[in-house]
């Protein structure tokens, strides 16, 4: 049974900085290219960050040069540390796990950034 579970969402002041973790189980892992996607109320979920199984990396430019992914396989974990972060990052951070025709997703965590 494929998990993804997130974590370490939470309230943040604008400007401030938070970090989201997912635990992949069920997977192998160091083969999927993970992501991070995010849902605004009422919106379509949308690219935050990629990272492929060898490391390339993909932003959306509304991140970029604030949030950075980043991949442990031995621990089967990827991570998210949003910097400067903005009200506009207000929303659902989804946690997604993609190879071949294989694509799970995590239940979501909750960033909320003040103004």
């Known amino acids: 049974q494929v998990q993804l579970v997130e974590s370490g969402g939470g309230l943040v002041q604008s400007g401030g900085s938070l970090s989201v973790s997912c635990a992949a189980s069920?997977?192998?892992?160091?083969?999927?290219?993970m992501g991070w996607y995010r849902q605004i109320s009422g919106k379509q979920r949308e690219l935050v960050a990629t990272?492929?199984?060898?490391?390339?990396?993909n932003y959306a430019d509304s991140v970029k040069g604030r949030f950075t992914i980043s991949r442990n396989n031995a621990r089967n974990t990827v991570y998210l540390q949003m910097k400067s972060l903005k009200p506009e990052d207000t929303a659902v951070y989804y946690c997604?796990?993609?190879?071949?025709?294989?694509?799970?997703w995590g239940q979501g965590t909750q960033v909320t950034v003040s103004s």
């Open positions: 069920g997977i192998i892992f160091n083969i999927y290219t």
């Open positions: 997604n796990a993609k190879f071949s025709r294989h694509d799970f």
């Open positions: 990272i492929a199984s060898g490391g390339i990396t």
